[in-house]
């Protein structure tokens, strides 16, 4: 089992930017998909990114593609999301997960499949 925990986030402008990472307890050995959902208030979850740690692929929702970059650094075990161009629709909770699994499945992994997943970090965009 891994912890993960989330940190950045915050409150932004329309039009700006700001960065969540999630650093995760232990470096897994095992070739993992990352990924990033978030959850607006009285709507369901989604997924918004995913980044694969055994070659770097990454997929990003349309609502977030050209805005929102997904990175992770292997030395820090961290996975980082930077957001530009937020706009009010980018409010949520967004929380990082972590799972054991080949890329052809990252994309598509839903939340509940995640063993790993991390508490939340508030995003509030006005």
């Known amino acids: 089992h891994v912890q993960l925990v989330e940190s950045g986030g915050g409150s932004a402008q329309a039009g700006g930017s700001l960065r969540v990472s999630c650093s995760a307890s232990r470096n897994s050995k095992r070739r993992h998909c990352m990924g990033w959902f978030r959850q607006p208030i009285g709507q369901e979850r989604e997924g918004v990114a995913a980044?694969?740690?055994?070659?770097?692929?990454?997929w990003y929702a349309d609502s977030v593609k050209g805005r929102f970059t997904i990175s992770y650094d292997n030395a820090k075990n961290t996975m980082s999301l930077q957001m530009n161009s937020l706009t009010p629709e980018d409010t949520a909770m967004y929380y990082c997960?972590?799972?054991?699994?080949?890329?052809?499945?990252?994309?598509?992994?839903?939340?509940?499949?995640?063993?790993?997943r991390g508490q939340g970090t508030q995003v509030t965009v006005s």
């Open positions: 980044i694969y740690t055994g070659g770097g692929s990454t």
């Open positions: 997960a972590s799972e054991g699994s080949i890329w052809s499945q990252c994309p598509k992994l839903p939340w509940s499949d995640y063993r790993n």
